[in-house]
């Protein structure tokens, strides 16, 4: 898994005295007869680094307009600090949007792009010089300030836009997927900064992105959307170890399905039979879902381990036998293809602890896949 | 890479035909003959009779008055029409709404002049306004047929125009109205400046639809022409068009020069900016080759 860039931890959402800074209620956007957003509700709190993700089409960009106030919520209310946004309009919100294309003033210099909103707010024009010059500096722009936006280049154009959402200092900042032009190098060190401006800043954000491995190294907390509606909200951690749907654990990550019936169920463990493997499936930790039902088990392609037969017979829980496939060796990590016997594909990833060459290994072996008691998660969705 | 003679040759050939009745029209406005056709000499007697015709000089007048009005209506009214055409996404009946935009482009314009002059004629039975037909009903027609030119142009420069940079006007606290005049307005204003340039011209030339509204007091430019031309082309007439193609070179020349010299300075900016930026962030280009823009 990626690592975190964020260093501090800040949990308002467990503070049950916290007041959430942003409340969306029941949101509803319909289109015509097409529902872009399903009855959404969400709290986001002060501070907090908000992720919407999801699939294209799946209705973040509706979202995030209609926190901006560019759209109207079909039904439902959006409260920003407190405040009933319904008919409040875009330049009286105290939110600030970065465009995903954007959306610079062609013909107004950086500088000038930057200065636009203070100028709005009648802000002297010695402090809009001082605060333009400073979160120009803060996005390393300054020596372009008299450029044009035709004269930089996509990341320099990017920053920009970032600096005139900042310059404003809103409660509220909304990126719509604020990365997605950038080349991978500038993209990793962007998001850094990112972070780094937001904690240094100490505004709320709400980024809106596609790319998972963006929103898990950046997020304090994500919400996965899905044709509409939330499927999960959580931390990165949460949504990755502990996903509630099977869409959710897809979605985040690869992930190993095995659909079966709940056969055991004690308060230390659940015990999963299914057709797919030909043990049955130990979890050692609780899970409310009554014996019979039909449930999935997750488990991550990392928390399997494979080994040769022999090394380690395959036992009546969590281990069984199989034909590797294919191998991908990756560097750090190999990623084996592994055949059951009951025909279904399993996919575990390996650290690559010994050297290449002495990798036991190969194509077609009769290997074990094992996993410990606390890797699977029960699905019931 | 070497130019093969046969392409300067086309070249002059199409030059020639664009500028040789023009260089004639000049040629001849300083023939000292009353005979258009017959060089007798070179004078600038002409010019002299220009200034003491008031007839051609009034007719001169009032059209420039009118293309001025009009081309400014049709200009603010072409620009609303276009952008409504442009942004007010799906509405009922908007094909329509188009389609009646547009219209004038292509109506005859023996119709619309007829049109115009019969609901002119019942206006001014109904509720005595306009009175007469004269400066205000020509402008007023030509208001109607020009605008529908702004109105195109305005929209298919709005279509190309991202929404989304008037959208972050106002979310960065502007409203509609101050969004209009500071970003949309000036990122707009050379297809609205063509617009009204277009509605200039067109209104100068206008002779059918002029025909129609005109009256007996206010005979605009063409028409005068037109009517002498009857009694033969006067060397009055080449002078005067002589004098309108020199103003119309100047202005052209004028805006020529002033569009080099900003990108001069722009280029001059993006120097500075490059130079001041050197050692912060390197540079794909080196400056000396940067393209222009
Ligand atoms: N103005 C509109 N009129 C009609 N349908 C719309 C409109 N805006 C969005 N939609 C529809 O609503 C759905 C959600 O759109 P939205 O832009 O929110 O998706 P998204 O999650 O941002 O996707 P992407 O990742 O591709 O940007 C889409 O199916 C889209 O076609
Ligand atoms: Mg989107």
């Keep these: 898994m990626v690592q975190p860039i964020r260093k501090t931890t800040l949990d308002p959402w467990q503070d049950p005295k916290e007041e959430p800074y942003v409340r969306i209620e029941k949101v509803t956007k319909k289109f015509g007869d097409f529902v872009a957003v399903d009855d959404v509700s969400l709290n986001i709190y002060r501070k907090e680094f908000f992720s919407l993700l999801g699939g294209s089409g799946s209705g973040k960009t509706t979202l995030l307009r209609m926190l901006a106030g560019f759209e109207t919520p079909t039904e439902g209310r959006i409260f920003i600090d407190g405040v009933d946004m319904t008919g409040v309009p875009p330049y009286a919100r105290p939110v600030n949007m970065m465009f995903q294309s954007y959306a610079l003033f062609p013909h107004m210099s950086v500088e000038q792009n930057v200065a636009f909103g203070l100028k709005q707010d009648h802000v002297p024009k010695d402090e809009t010089r001082r605060r333009v010059a400073e979160v120009l500096d803060l996005v390393q722009l300054g020596p372009f300030a008299k450029r044009r936006p035709h004269q930089l280049s996509g990341g320099q154009r990017q920053r920009v836009a970032l600096a005139r959402s900042l310059v404003k200092r809103p409660k509220l900042l909304l990126l719509d997927e604020p990365l997605s032009a950038l080349d991978k190098r500038l993209r990793e060190r962007t998001a850094f900064e990112l972070v780094n401006i937001q904690e240094q800043v100490g505004v709320t954000f709400v980024m809106v992105t596609h790319d998972q491995e963006e929103a898990m190294t950046m997020s304090s907390r994500i919400a996965v959307m899905n044709t509409g509606w939330i499927a999960q909200v959580g931390t990165p951690a949460q949504v990755y170890e502990y996903p509630g749907s099977r869409f959710v654990a897809g979605f985040i990550g690869d992930v190993n399905l095995f659909e079966g019936i709940v056969v055991e169920e004690e308060p230390d463990h659940i015990l999963v039979r299914s057709d797919e493997v030909a043990c049955d499936l130990y979890i050692s930790h609780g899970a409310v879902v009554p014996r019979g039902a039909k449930v999935a088990v997750a488990i991550r392609p990392e928390k399997m381990s494979v080994s040769k037969e022999g090394a380690a017979g395959p036992g009546t829980r969590n281990a069984v036998v199989g034909t590797v496939r294919e191998i991908a060796y990756l560097g750090q990590f190999s990623t084996y293809l592994v055949a059951l016997d009951t025909g279904k594909t399993v996919r575990v990833t390996m650290p690559n602890t010994n050297r290449a060459a002495e990798m036991p290994i190969t194509w077609e072996d009769r290997v074990v896949v094992s996993w410990r008691p606390l890797a699977g998660v029960v699905l019931t969705q | ?293």
């Design chain 2, 1 to 293: 890479m070497r130019r093969p003679n046969f392409l300067y040759m086309i070249l002059a050939l199409g030059f020639a035909f664009l500028y040789v009745p023009i260089l004639l029209l000049v040629i001849y406005s300083f023939n000292a003959s009353r005979l258009v056709t017959l060089w007798g000499g070179f004078s600038t007697q002409w010019y002299a009779s220009l200034l003491g015709n008031q007839q051609l000089l009034s007719a001169a007048w009032l059209s420039l008055q009118i293309a001025a009005l009009s081309a400014t209506g049709a200009t603010v009214l072409g620009t609303m029409a276009g952008m409504v055409m442009a942004r007010f996404g799906r509405f009922r009946g908007r094909a329509i709404v188009g389609a009646l935009v547009t219209a004038p482009l292509v109506m005859p314009e023996v119709i619309t002049g007829l049109s115009l002059l019969l609901l002119f004629v019942s206006l001014e039975d109904l509720i005595g306004w306009p009175e007469g037909r004269g400066m205000t009903t020509i402008t007023l027609a030509h208001v109607t047929f020009t605008m529908a030119f702004v109105a195109v142009i305005v929209q298919s420069r709005m279509a190309s125009l991202d929404e989304s940079i008037e959208e972050a006007a106002m979310d960065l606290g502007a409203r509609p109205a101050k969004v209009f005049f500071v970003i949309t307005l000036p990122i707009i204003a050379p297809a609205v400046v063509s617009g009204w340039l277009l509605a200039f011209t067109l209104s100068l030339d206008d002779v059918v639809i002029s025909n129609f509204v005109s009256g007996p007091g206010a005979t605009p430019l063409p028409i005068e022409i037109f009517s002498s031309i009857r009694l033969g082309v006067t060397p009055e007439i080449n002078a005067l068009a002589t004098i309108i193609v020199g103003l119309v070179s100047a202005g052209i020349l004028a805006a020529g020069l002033w569009s080099a010299r900003q990108e001069r300075q722009r280029r001059r900016d993006e120097q500075l900016a490059r130079q001041g930026a050197g050692e912060l962030m390197p540079i794909s280009s080196p400056p000396q080759d940067a393209p222009p823009h």
